[in-house]
Nanobody, 120 residues
């Protein structure tokens, strides 16, 4: 199973970006999908979580600006980021809790990270 993230880039403060992450492989079921971020010198931070039913939760610093969604038919999760701020600069990672066929087990899977840089 692989998670492929895309959509990062350089944007000015106040701008928008949309991150995408698609899971592929021998997937039986995907439970929660999340976006984390890690700024230079900082610990990895949970930004948003979306359940298989579409319920979302966000870290306080992005509430009202970021929207997490998913497409269960495409095994994909998205993060729409609006009104970006310089403090949103980080590498963003997608994560998913997935039950896979081989082995017949549930585990944590991570994307490779995509860099978001917000200039002031």
């Amino acid at each position: 199973v692989q998670l492929q993230a895309s959509g990062g880039g350089l944007v000015q403060a106040g701008g928008s970006l949309r991150l995408s992450c698609a899971a592929s492989g021998s997937i039986v079921s995907i439970y929660n999908m999340d976006w984390y971020r890690q700024a230079p010198g900082e610990q990895r931070e949970l930004v948003a979580t979306i359940t298989s039913g579409g319920t979302t939760t966000y870290v306080d610093s992005v509430k009202g600006r970021f929207t997490c969604s998913r497409d269960n038919t495409e095994n994909a999760v998205f993060l729409q980021m609006n009104n970006l701020k310089p403090e949103d600069t980080a590498v963003y990672y997608c994560h998913a809790d997935i039950f896979v066929r081989a082995p017949w087990a549930r585990g944590d899977y991570w994307g490779q990270g995509t860099l978001v840089t917000v200039s002031s």
